[in-house]
């Protein structure tokens, strides 16, 4: 059985499950603090959900670089969106305005990439394990 992972479906869906994140964890769990847990405004876990969508969005992005179509406009419109997450939150008030620039940015580079990776022409098809 040939099992292919697709990189980018897994970042499209990290980016995804950030923006439900944030969208949607702090209207069903505002009772958390009642019982002394704080994660809506936890520091630690929004900068660990940045981080791995970095990591895996990269990596998706890279091998998509590396064996496909050698252009770097995914990883910089990827990168836009990261940075545009790490400003939220450090300029946490200008969250709403923010942060639907980062998901439009990061799910937009990982939509690039993968275009680019089916009109690729395929000249070196013998070492692309797509």
């Not at 995804?16 to 769990?29: E, N, R």
């Not at 620039?101 to 394990?129: E, K, L, P, Q, T």
Request: charged share 10%; aromatic share 14%.
């Amino acid at each position: 059985m040939n099992f292919r992972f697709n990189w980018d479906a897994l970042g499209i869906a990290t980016s995804v499950a950030c923006a439900i994140h944030c969208a949607i964890l702090p209207l069903l769990l505002t009772s958390l603090p009642v019982f002394g847990i704080n994660i809506i405004e936890n520091v630690l876990l929004e900068y660990t959900m940045i981080f791995i969508a970095f990591a895996i969005g990269m990596y998706s992005l890279w091998h998509g670089y590396r064996k496909h179509h050698h252009s770097y406009l995914p990883a910089i419109v990827f990168c836009v969106g990261i940075i545009l997450l790490i400003a939220k939150q450090i300029w946490h008030d200008h969250q709403i305005w923010l942060l639907p620039f980062a998901v439009i940015f990061i799910v937009s580079a990982h939509v690039i990439n993968y275009r680019a990776c089916r009109v690729h022409d395929h000249a070196h098809a013998d070492d692309c394990d797509h």
